[in-house]
């Protein structure tokens, strides 16, 4: 799909974002555990969507679940079929799917008792799982690779007989997205102690019905953040959106001062305005340990503005849909600059003019195609397999057809 930039008719823009993926999942697990949990303003995209059919599937015989694309499906069901007495399931998913690491979880929860077995690779799904009730209660896993291994642990724990302690090992990865499932989990009533060493998710047998409404994703509400660090001017009122929020990309806010963007909270949305006589860095350097997803976005805004950038806390990056760092490497050099990469960090060296009419390729990434998205606002360029976005943001493309990206 070719992408060029027209000026907008209008400086001030109004959207409003689907909820938020990471989480509805967690919340899509819990209302599994607990029946009488009622929730509004799920996400729609691709990975939500999988989730509850893969939950909502008749378990009367083996049955087997396609996840395709989806890391955080494959890895919260795996839990939870796992810890569901009677189930025969069989995971599976895309061919990159079957390339992701999954042993870590497996063996942890083999550890507590479940009954799993790797169909091809050991290691990695496809994997059949028999359901059984989990005996154990304590529990040592590394916590250095991904954050979903202990996020699906902590999901399942109340539905085993004496809940469960997570003790962690090595340093964590993605920490606010644990206290994300920790957030999660006391909202219905779940007591959950966390002292950084470990996590005791206590049992619960029953909930009051509750009513949950998901905000909406950070994730997503980045691409905006880059798309007005480009552009020579404009407002934007996003919802909705929330200033203390679970979640821990929601610190993109934070991160986009750097670039001169304003956030303003007011009741359920945010306010983005570009400040006044702004002079950009020559060079910024961050650390993204606990929010990986961003590392994309960061690095096309700086790739755009010409500001050299050296990001780090990026090891999880080599898992996800694809190797994300050698992703950014080869499609931000097609424009003439220089990355250098090692297995936890980038360091881009921008050039003062692009090379014109690249293509990008997308990986089966969603994150490639809507990182690179605004960076139409400074030259044209074609996204290759553009339907991607549909993993995590289906309407992406109407967004970024009202900010003139067309």
């Not at 989806?70 to 795996?78: L, N």
């Not at 994730?219 to 905006?224: K, L």
């Not at 806010?253 to 949305?269: D, V």
């Not at 990355?339 to 921008?350: F, M």
């Amino acid at each position: 799909m070719k992408l060029s930039f027209t000026t907008p008719k209008t400086e001030q823009f109004q959207f409003e974002i689907t909820g938020s993926k990471s989480i509805s999942n967690r919340y899509l697990i819990l209302q599994a555990l607990f029946p009488n949990l009622n929730l509004k303003g799920l996400s729609n995209s691709d990975d939500t969507q999988v989730l509850q059919k893969a939950l909502s599937a008749s378990l009367q015989e083996t049955t087997e679940i396609d996840i395709h694309h989806a890391g955080t499906a494959m890895r919260f069901s795996t839990a939870f079929f796992s810890a569901l007495p009677g189930c025969e399931v069989i995971l599976t998913g895309s061919q990159r799917m079957q390339e992701r690491p999954i042993g870590i979880l497996v063996e942890a929860l083999r550890s507590l008792g479940a009954d799993i077995q790797y169909i091809k690779n050991e290691g990695f799904p496809p994997l059949k799982i028999s359901g059984k009730p989990l005996q154990k209660e304590n529990i040592s896993i590394s916590a250095d690779v991904s954050s979903q291994y202990i996020t699906a642990l902590m999901l399942i724990a109340p539905s085993l007989k004496n809940g469960l302690t997570i003790h962690l090992e090595s340093k964590v990865t993605s920490k606010p997205y644990l206290k994300m499932t920790a957030q999660a989990l006391e909202s219905v009533g779940v007591h959950v102690e966390y002292d950084g060493n470990s996590i005791r998710v206590h049992s619960k047998t029953k909930i009051e019905p509750t009513t949950i409404s998901v905000e909406s994703d950070w994730s997503s509400v980045s691409y905006f953040y880059s798309c007005l660090a480009l552009m020579n001017a404009g407002n934007m009122n996003i919802s909705t959106f929330y200033k203390d929020s679970l979640q821990g990309d929601s610190r993109v806010a934070e991160f986009y001062q750097l670039f001169g963007i304003e956030t303003h909270f007011k009741t359920n949305f945010i306010q983005l305005s570009k400040m006044d006589n702004f002079k950009l860095p020559q060079k910024i350097e961050l650390d993204l340990n606990d929010t990986p997803d961003l590392a994309q976005t960061i690095a096309v805004s700086c790739l755009g503005l010409g500001v050299e950038c050296f990001l780090t806390g990026l090891h999880t990056l080599k898992v996800k849909e694809t190797d994300r760092l050698v992703a950014l490497k080869n499609e931000i050099e097609k424009f003439g600059a220089e990355v250098i990469i090692t297995d936890e960090s980038l360091h881009l060296k921008p050039v003062d003019e692009f090379n014109s009419e690249v293509k990008i390729e997308t990986y089966q990434d969603h994150r490639m195609a809507m990182a690179f998205a605004p960076l139409t606002v400074k030259t044209d360029l074609e996204i290759l397999n553009p339907e991607v976005v549909s993993k995590s943001f289906p309407d992406f493309w109407d967004k970024m057809r009202v900010l003139g990206i067309r």
